[in-house]
């Protein structure tokens, strides 16, 4: 079953251009998938029948597994069938008619547009790595673009004098987003002060945010970075990456601006996705009609 797991994940790749993350989060949970049928002594992808798909979901549900993930896995099951009929390596989709459970999306966590205030004044702008920062704290807010977004950032792609920066999201699908005065001056200065200096000549990086040692930041140092500028500004909320993308968006809608639009700069292919801010809205409104409202 391997090999077929294997197949499937390269259609993924080359004819679906579905991003690394998700390619990689579908092998995992097929991998598990086919460790459960092994367990069952089922390793004939024509043995497996719909019982098997529904009593391992059960089990998924049993061990506390949560319906996000639960309905992931099944996701990845039906995608996987779905292409073994298309290549007719299989007759029956045994997993099309399974339901995914109900999802339970939690609203994200925003911060307030004082607490962005606080989170993008922390650096110390006396130290190189604190313009670096600032930098990409500025444009993270501007833009709401996701941290594997900005790590992947190149200078062909900025463009300081129009006020736009080009990156590339999911599926390597590129979009151009505005990046606004505040940014642009963090930007420039990062770029005109600090940038040279970290900059080796012989690897001669292309990427925006570079390390002491002049390679391309990691994620992971991103995230350490915002949890330290966090813990600086006085923020108690867990703050991640993410969060000043949840913000950004909220922030935008909350002042009225189009939920297409919107959808457009966070490069989100389904309005649905979006959708989530305007739950936030309406949980803020209900948060001060309870407080104020005489007869709440």
């Known amino acids: 079953m391997k090999a077929l797991i294997d197949e499937f994940l390269n259609y993924l790749s080359i004819e679906r251009g579905l991003s690394k993350n998700t390619i990689s989060s579908y092998g995992t949970d097929l991998s598990h998938f086919a460790e459960y049928l092994a367990s069952k002594g089922k390793d004939d992808i024509d043995n497996i029948s719909r019982q098997d798909i529904t009593s391992y ?158 390679r391309k930041v990691s994620r992971v140092s991103f995230w350490k970075m915002i949890k330290k500028n966090a813990k600086l500004a006085r923020i108690k909320k867990d703050i991640t990456p993410h969060t000043l993308r949840h913000s950004f968006a909220t922030h935008l809608l909350e002042r009225g601006a189009d939920l297409r639009v919107v959808q457009e700069m966070l490069g989100h292919a389904d309005i649905s996705t979006t959708q989530v801010y305007t739950h936030i809205n309406k949980e803020r409104l209900k948060s001060i009609h309870k407080q104020f409202h005489p007869r709440a």
């Open 57 to 214: 979901m059960l089990g998924l549900k049993d061990k506390g597994i949560s319906s996000n993930s639960i309905s992931r896995a099944l996701v990845a099951i039906k995608m996987f069938y779905r292409f073994l009929v298309q290549e007719r390596l299989v007759r029956d989709d045994v997993a099309g008619v399974l339901e995914s459970p109900k999802l339970i999306r939690p609203l994200p966590n925003v911060l307030g547009p004082a607490e962005v205030e606080k989170l993008l004044s922390a650096p110390d702008l006396r130290d190189w790595m604190g313009i670096r920062d600032k930098a990409a704290l500025e444009l993270m807010y501007a833009t709401g673009m996701r941290v594997s977004e900005l790590v992947d950032l190149t200078m062909d792609g900025l463009n300081l004098d129009v006020g736009f920066i080009k990156c590339k999201g999911k599926g390597d699908k590129e979009r151009i987003v505005p990046i606004g005065k505040k940014a642009k001056e963090a930007l420039e200065r990062y770029i005109e002060k600090v940038r040279p200096k970290l900059l080796k000549k012989e690897r001669n990086d292309p990427h925006i945010f570079l390390s002491r040692l002049g």
